[in-house]
T-cell receptor, first 114, second 113 residues
């Protein structure tokens, strides 16, 4: 089991460019999440998905879109990147939507927007 | 809204000593907390959790204490080792929020040899 994987590991964008971050999990988990982590702050939830074909907004969804076309993949898109989106992005998954299910995190994607 | 915060941004301990990492929360209705460990360049890893019907829970070398009266929880690491060096987050799983987590800001634990 690879667990939760993320691609790319690192990316530099210019303001206004677009990109897609890919998250994949091989644990047959129903729930998937995208977080961002900024210096001096904890992780903040961007969007999440409760199953294939469904997505929902988290705490900081503005400027991002997501898609869950396949159960194992959760994509995070930036249509027009801004310097404020410079951050480390973490994907996570959990088996159930039941409260208390452990979330398993990927290694992160470092994004720098110039 | 709810907030989960940590008292100290950095904690330095000698190898072999016990470490105590603190966390405060503001919502008295909060009833489920989790501690995560994040090593440099990696994603957070689950350490231990506790529900409000408990005051204490123990794992392997780790103990979490919950004081609901003062809305405070702590993570104790016994016989701290160099491999314990990491950032530690407390997180809350709010009621009605499904399995969504609200994270604190993190404490950097540095283990000195």
């Amino acid at each position: 089991n690879a667990g939760v994987t993320q691609t790319p590991k690192f990316r530099v964008l210019k303001t206004g460019q677009s990109m897609t971050l890919l998250c994949a999990q091989d644990m047959n988990h129903e729930y998937m999440y995208w977080y961002r982590q900024d210096p001096g702050m904890g992780l903040r939830l961007i969007h999440y998905s409760v199953g294939e074909g469904t997505t929902a907004k988290g705490e900081v969804p503005d400027g991002y879109n997501v898609s869950r076309l396949k159960k194992q993949n959760f994509l995070l898109g930036l249509e027009s990147a801004a310097p404020s989106q410079t951050s480390v992005y973490f994907c996570a998954s959990s088996y159930h939507a039941v409260r208390g299910e452990t979330q398993y995190f990927g290694p992160g994607t470092r994004l720098l927007v110039l | 809204g709810e907030s989960v915060g940590l008292h100290l941004p950095t904690l330095s301990v000698q190898e072999g000593d016990n470490s105590i990492i603190n966390c405060a929360y503001s919502n008295s209705a909060s009833d489920y907390f989790i501690w995560y460990k994040q090593e440099s360049g990696k994603g957070p890893q689950f350490i231990i959790d506790i529900r409000s019907n408990m005051d204490k829970r123990q794992g392997q070398r780790v103990t979490v204490l919950l004081n609901k009266t003062v809305k405070h929880l702590s993570l104790q690491i016994a016989a701290t080792q160099p491999g314990d060096s990491a950032v530690y987050f407390c997180a809350e799983n709010p009621k009605g929020g499904g399995n969504k987590l609200t994270f604190g800001t993190g404490t950097q634990l540095k283990v000195e040899l």
